[in-house]
């Protein structure tokens, strides 16, 4: 069994006007193993023109693009040197054919010395046309030896700078790191569910709205729709707000607005396969709203959950049900009177919003600042003031409880909305009138085919 701390946050592409930028060159850390065994991937990657202004990489691709040319030349010259080589081939035939002749003349000067001497005469009018031919090989020749010392002297120049800026051809690195990006993102998908170990952040998208609302994305929309929910304040409201990406939320270019049939209570709505979840306000009442089709589609009521702050978190705000998404699917989270008034976890079913399996905890609800699900496990925090930290966390799994440390920075010190997005692997929150995420780190268990 193979033991993996994997840590993925993938805001740098989303909205370039926010705090993350790098401006470091690619760099791709895998294989590496913590002193525990864990195996750590990370890559970062730069701005993708980055390369291309590079001084030194442009003096490399100058250099190749040289002896590139000079390849070329040195082909021609070479193709040329083979013609004149045949030549000279045929020439030696002929001094061959020559020196036969002259040895026959030698031993019979007097009879044959006319015929040979024509004969002799247009052999040699044949040869004359070899004497520039020869010429130009060695001119040929000569060129040919100094391309090879200047070609070997650049290798050396190419081979130092390599050395010193540990150069690649950036389209080839560009490939080789899309490559990896796919593959780890097919690895992703393979994990199975995690346990929080870590929550670093936050990042701030935007400041906007009121102290109290929530903001969202479809954690099972596909990569390339990114759009985004904004439902300001945490009561008498029904305007909800789209933005077909996090740039265009960070922007304020709305593509369109919802006008709900009911308002709203709380700001622990979740958006979830295409639809809204929220609680009908004033009532215990799950409303599924669908944005496609503009309509209610589904409606029930939450049996036994207090409402209208009977059992809020600490802020209040009619926080009384808080419904989230996971990996496994769709929870509401609540208290109710039979429970004492402590936090009851419900799995629905996404069409019929009917209950399907409820867990009842020991944790109060009034005390909890926040909550989510990852994995189904349900993480509480202590507060939603400056110091919040993940305090508490019941596992539907095996039915059992701990008692967590994990702190995380409260930057605007009043955390009114906490939401986990599983597509994503982080948190959305509104804090104190500022949307932000959290980067999540998860401590996964592989199942290899060696397991039994």
């Known amino acids: 069994m193979l033991l993996l701390l994997y840590s993925v946050f993938y805001v740098s592409h989303w909205f370039p006007q926010t705090q993350i930028s790098p401006k470091e060159g690619w760099q ?25 202004r590079d001084a030194k990489s442009r003096q490399l691709r100058q250099l190749l693009e040289k002896v590139q040319n000079m390849s070329q030349s040195i082909e021609v010259l070479n193709l040329r040197t083979q013609r004149d080589f045949q030549y000279v081939l045929k020439m030696e035939t002929q001094m061959k054919g020559l020196k036969a002749k002259f040895r026959q003349i030698e031993d019979d000067r007097k009879t044959l010395m006319t015929k040979h001497f024509q004969e002799l005469k247009e052999k040699m009018d044949e040869l004359l046309p070899l004497i520039p031919v020869l010429e130009q090989y060695k001119t040929d020749a000569k060129l040919i030896t100094q391309f090879k010392e200047e070609i070997r002297n650049l290798s050396a120049v190419l081979t130092g700078i390599q050395e010193e800026i540990g150069a690649y051809d950036y389209e080839e690195l560009h490939q080789r790191v899309l490559s990896l990006e796919t593959r780890l993102r097919d690895c992703m998908k393979k994990l199975t569910c995690g346990k929080l170990m870590k929550i670093t952040g936050p990042v701030t998208v935007k400041t906007s709205g009121t102290r109290f609302g929530a903001w969202m994305t479809d954690p099972l929309a596909s990569e390339k729709n990114n759009r985004v929910w904004y439902m300001d304040s945490y009561t008498n409201n029904k305007i909800v707000r789209e933005y077909k990406s996090i740039a265009d939320f960070v922007s304020g270019a709305e593509s369109r607005t919802y006008n709900l049939p009911f308002k709203w209570a709380g700001t622990n709505h979740v958006v979830y396969n295409g639809s809204l979840y929220f609680n009908k306000y004033q009532s215990n009442i799950i409303i599924k709203y669908s944005f496609d089709m503009g309509r209610v589609l589904a409606q029930r009521s939450l049996e036994y959950a207090g409402f209208h702050n009977v059992y809020p978190y600490t802020w209040g705000g009619f926080s009384d049900i808080d419904l989230m998404a996971d990996e496994i699917g769709l929870w509401a989270v609540y208290a109710t009177n039979q429970n004492a008034g402590n936090i009851v976890i419900s799995q629905l079913n996404q069409d019929t919003l009917e209950v399907m399996k409820s867990w009842s905890t020991g944790y109060p609800k009034r005390s909890a600042g926040e909550s989510f699900m990852i994995c189904g496990t349900l993480y509480v925090t202590n507060s939603h003031l400056t110091g919040a930290k993940v305090y508490y966390s019941y596992s539907t799994k095996t039915s059992t409880y701990e008692y967590t440390d994990i702190p995380f920075h409260n930057q605007y010190f009043h955390i009114s909305m906490l939401d986990y997005n599983a597509r994503d692997r982080a948190l959305y929150a509104w804090n104190n009138g500022h949307q932000v995420l959290f980067n999540v780190t998860l401590f996964h268990i592989i199942k290899t085919e060696d397991d039994t």
Not at 28 to 52: F, K, M
Request: charged share 15%.
């Open 28 to 52: 791709v850390y895998s294989s590496a193993q913590d002193p525990d065994g864990r195996c750590i991937c990370t890559v970062v990657a730069p701005e993708q023109n980055l390369c291309s």
